[in-house]
Structure formats: C-alpha cells, structure tokens
C-alpha cells in the first residue's frame, strides 16, 4: 500500500473536515448541521484531475494535497479499504456523467475510473428532466434511498458538460446496544432553561473516555460491531457550551479526538436522533480557497477535455443523512458538482441533553478517516 499517499490524503481529508465545519457551523449558527467531509473531499479531487494553473493551485491547498497523483492513489487505497471493511455497511462510489459527444482527455478517463473505480454513463443534459432522473436513481440505490433528488433539473442544460457525483453510505450496529425498554421522554436542553423532549437512550459499560479542561467537554467513543468504525460524541460541560466548543475546535483535528482515552465505566445517556440536510457548498468552498472552480473566467479544467468550451463548476451539492438509535446508526451523503461550459459532519456520568458535536470515524492501523460530522 502506498502508505505515503494514503497518509497525505487521510491528513488533507481531517484538516479540510475541520475548516468546513467551522464555516459551516458559523454559517448554520443554532442549526443542526451534518456533513460528509470524505464525500466532499473525494468529489473534489477527482475534479482536481481535470485542473491546471491557479485552478489546480487552490485544489492543491484548499484540499491539503501535493498534487493531483497524490489525491488520486490515496483515495485509491481509502475506497478499497473502506468499500471491504466486514460487520458493517459501508459503500462509496463514484459516478462521472458526461454529456453525449463531449471528449474527456484518456489521462483523466483513467484516472477516474482506474483510481477513483467511478463509473462514466453519457447524458443528453438538453434532456435535464431525465438525467436528473437517471443521476438521482444512480445516487438513490447507493444510498439505500436515503438521499433523494440530488440534483434538480433546473441545475442542468444543453450547456452542461460533467457532473461528478459521490455517494457514501453507512449502516452499523453498536458493539454495546441500548435497551429499547430504557428508552424514556426526557428533557433535551437547546438553552440554560428551553428545552424540548426528546427520547433518551441509557446504558451504562466500559467506553473510551475523557474530559477535556481545554475544550471544556466531555469526549466519548462508541464502537460498532466493526470496531474499527465509531462514532466519537463531544459533549459541553455546559448546557450552553456548544459555541464556545466549536470556536476552540478551530485548531483541534477531528481526527485525533479519540486520542488519549482511557476504558471506564460510564453511564451513558444519548437522545435518538435524525439529521437531514442539503448544502449549496460554493459559499463554503469559496471561503475555503476554492472559488476560482466557480469563476466562468477563471476556472481552467483543461486537463478533463480536448474541447475548446471553457470549463466552470456552476453547481456543488450535498445532501446527508443520519439516523441514531438503539440498535445503531445509519449515516448517507452525496455530493454532486455539475460543470458547465461558459456561454461562448468509578462510573462517570455522560448525559447528552444538550447541544455535542459528533465524528463518525474510520480506524485503521493508527490513520482515522472523518467520514461524517455533526
């Protein structure tokens, strides 16, 4: 395994989930908010193959990769390694739509198919209703129809050339489940004295756990059945801490919460919950160093076709989906980014009943991969 790559695209992944988060928590202020990073991440680097200039440049950074090659032999070995993981569910693919007629250079036909294992399927974009259609059924069957009508019609015409679309999908069982009969209507606090009912989990086991004084929050991990994946929960030691929290995880890698932990006894109580969004990223992306790709002038994707149109990202979206209960989790996102050619997310108490942070984690020989954060 390229050990080097793979590193480089594990690290770029972490430090792109911790910027986006907190522009994004900035953004959704008192929202729920819940994203995929690695569905994000990976859509744009196979965009990244297709760059050249200033525009592969603000790839290059905004995504926290050397190069191109780079991108494209770590996500290699990160979709193997993910798409065979056992005793969970757990599938990424890729899919490159191209519009019928339109030549794609081989270099970068290679390099997504070769590396990125997407599929290419050839559209008639002047058709917008039925390849909205065909793209939404394509990401509605990897998700276990949990994300719906990604890409609008309205997003597509006879000037559309590629749309590039990622869908990730999770479904696992906790390691240690909570009783359903334990389940009970409690009080989930959203300010010092407004609160809402919620239905509360309990159980009380051996977790990994920490309280951390810097972030001034609680840190625990729940392993699924693959105890390589888990889901790691920040939680205030405030009811109204969730701010203050996300300000000081601005230099904190998600990835390395789970560090330093020790196995305690802890009583946990945790609310079941749903999380649906849908994100235009171009506010997101463009504060993130990346709105040349949206610049009609700018953007310069000369690497993904022989044509003489001139390339821009006009559209970059995604949806997610999470669903926590008793039994376990099931988490989906995509993310689509449609291309036009120019017009010529002792026993210690941990009750979460109020606003935390969540972090579904892959583990595997000492490299975490954010996969979800909420």
Same mark, same amino acid.
């Given at each position: 395994?390229?050990?080097?790559?793979?590193?480089?695209?594990?690290?770029?992944?972490?430090?792109?989930?911790?910027?986006?988060?907190?522009?994004?928590?900035?953004?959704?202020?008192?929202?729920n908010v819940f994203f995929s990073p690695i569905s994000a991440h990976?859509?744009?680097?196979?965009?990244?193959?297709?760059?050249?200039?200033?525009t592969a440049d603000a790839f290059s950074s905004s995504l926290h990769l050397g190069n191109e090659n780079i991108a494209a032999t770590g996500y290699h070995h990160v979709m193997s390694s993910l798409n065979s993981i056992k005793d969970v569910k757990l599938h990424i693919a890729n899919k490159i739509y191209v519009m019928q007629g339109f030549p794609l250079k081989e270099?970068?036909?290679?390099?997504?198919?070769e590396l990125f294992l997407s599929e290419t399927e050839s559209l008639n974009f002047a058709e917008s209703e039925n390849s909205a259609r065909k793209i939404n059924g394509w990401v509605e069957g990897k998700t276990n129809s949990k994300i719906k009508d990604l890409i609008d019609a309205g997003c597509l015409d006879?000037?559309?050339?590629l749309v590039l679309v990622n869908a990730i999908y999770f479904k696992g069982n906790w390691a240690q489940q909570f009783k359903k009969e334990h389940t009970m209507k409690e009080k989930f606090y959203i300010s010092e004295v407004e609160s809402v009912d919620c239905h509360m989990m309990h159980l009380t086991r051996r977790f990994r756990y920490r309280a951390d004084d810097?972030?001034?929050?609680?840190?625990?991990?729940?392993?699924?059945?693959?105890?390589?994946?888990? !889901?790691? $929960? +920040?939680? &205030? =030691?405030?009811?109204t801490g969730i701010e203050e929290l996300e300000k000081k995880l601005v230099d904190v890698?998600?990835?390395?919460?789970?560090?330093?932990?020790?196995?305690?006894?802890?009583?946990?109580?945790?609310?079941?919950?749903?999380?649906?969004?849908?994100?235009?990223?171009?506010?997101?992306?463009?504060?993130?160093?990346?709105?040349?790709?949206?610049?009609?002038?700018?953007?310069?994707?000369?690497?993904?076709?022989?044509?003489?149109?001139?390339?821009?990202v006009s559209k970059a979206i995604?949806?997610?989906?999470?669903?926590?209960?008793?039994?376990?989790?099931?988490?989906?996102?995509?993310?689509?980014?449609?291309?036009?050619?120019?017009? !010529?997310? $002792? +026993?210690? &108490? =941990?009750?979460?009943?109020?606003?935390?942070?969540?972090?579904?984690?892959?583990?595997?020989?000492?490299?975490?991969?954010?996969?979800?954060v909420g």
């Open positions: 395994m390229a050990d080097s790559e793979l590193l480089q695209v594990v690290t770029g992944n972490s430090k792109f989930a911790n910027k986006f988060y907190n522009i994004l928590a900035e953004e959704e202020k008192g929202k990976i859509v744009l680097s196979m965009a990244y193959q297709g760059a050249a200039g200033t270099k970068f036909l290679k390099s997504a198919s006879a000037l559309t050339r810097h972030l001034q929050a609680q840190i625990l991990e729940m392993k699924y059945t693959n105890e390589n994946i888990s !889901m790691v $929960i +920040i939680l &205030p =030691f405030k009811r890698d998600f990835a390395t919460l789970s560090e330093g932990m020790r196995s305690m006894e802890v009583e946990v109580s945790l609310p079941k919950f749903k999380v649906e969004t849908t994100m235009d990223l171009q506010s997101i992306l463009t504060r993130m160093g990346l709105g040349v790709i949206f610049d009609q002038m700018k953007a310069n994707f000369s690497e993904i076709s022989n044509s003489d149109e001139q390339l821009y995604q949806k997610a989906f999470i669903e926590v209960n008793e039994e376990g989790a099931e988490a989906a996102a995509a993310t689509g980014m449609v291309m036009m050619a120019r017009c !010529m997310p $002792i +026993i210690e &108490p =941990f009750t979460a009943d109020h606003p935390f942070i969540i972090s579904l984690q892959y583990s595997d020989g000492g490299s975490n991969v954010v996969l979800f």
